[in-house]
């Protein structure tokens, strides 16, 4: 299958924006029953990760941490003024795989898939690759 280009749009300069139902609305309209999932980030200020989708300070607590980790200014030389962006991004990663049975995506019962922005409010991309096997 061809690869499916999905848009979204961030609010925030750092967010993270649960993104499961897109993805598994790309692999129903598949029509694949089993295979694989990929779902890759095109940035070099955003990534893709999976982590718990059912209490909302998961999501606040994980924010919070990686601004720690990687503050916003902190002496860097990168002209554009966003090297926290990359590094995060690089940090948390730019794929996820997820495995597909009976058309759905196998994800555990607390997990969901999430688009991380580092460099926004932006409109973004996420690339869906559905293989069927």
């Known amino acids: 299958m061809n690869p499916i280009t999905l848009q ?12 499961t139902r897109l993805v598994q609305d790309a692999v129903t309209d598949s029509g694949v029953k089993s295979g694989i999932c990929t779902i ?49 991004s690089s940090m948390i990663g730019f794929s996820e795989q997820v495995i597909i049975e009976d058309g759905r995506l ?11 922005e580092y460099d926004g409010p932006r409109t973004r991309k996420v690339i869906v690759k559905i293989t069927e096997g």
């Open 40 to 88: 890759f980030i095109p940035h070099t200020t955003a990534a893709v990760t999976i982590n718990e989708n059912a209490d909302p300070d998961v999501v606040r607590d994980f924010t919070m941490e990686i601004n720690k980790i990687v503050p916003w200014e902190d002496g860097y030389h990168h002209m554009e003024g966003n090297s926290a962006a990359h590094l995060k």
């Open 106 to 116: 196998v994800l555990g019962v607390w997990q969901g898939i999430y688009f991380c």
């Open 8 to 19: 979204v749009k961030t609010t925030s300069h750092t967010q993270m924006l649960d993104i």
